[in-house]
């Protein structure tokens, strides 16, 4: 078992930055793929960003390429996702998922966080 949850979210004006952060527990964070996903009311849940087990890989999805950058500290057992130049299309709740293999569909994955709110305002 993995057990993952987020922080960091908050309420921003376009043009700012928020980083979250996934604090991992459970088993050793390091050896599984992390990823985010966010979902709006009203639409499904779409993913935004992986990153390997050795953090050497790393995949945005093309409305975030630019953007936002994800990392992780295997060594805190933590994976974070910088985002920068938000804009109001960029709402949603987002979630960290963490799986041993990466992928970019939401259905590989077995873990996930809680969830955490990112609302930017124009």
């Known amino acids: 078992q993995v057990h993952l949850v987020e922080s960091g979210g908050g309420l921003v004006e376009a043009g700012g930055s928020l980083r979250l952060s996934c604090a991992a527990s459970?088993?050793?964070?390091?050896?599984?793929?992390m990823a985010w996903f966010r979902q709006a009311p009203g639409k499904e849940r779409e993913f935004v960003a992986a990153i390997s087990w050795s953090g050497g890989s790393t995949y945005y999805a093309d409305s975030v390429k630019g953007r936002f950058t994800i990392s992780r500290d295997n060594a805190k057992n933590t994976g974070n996702l910088q985002m920068d130049s938000l804009k109001p299309e960029d709402t949603a709740v987002y979630y960290c998922a963490a799986d041993q293999i990466i992928s970019d569909s939401r259905q590989q994955y077995a873990y996930w966080g809680q969830g955490t709110q990112v609302t930017v305002s124009s």
């Open positions: 459970g088993r050793t964070f390091g050896r599984y793929a």
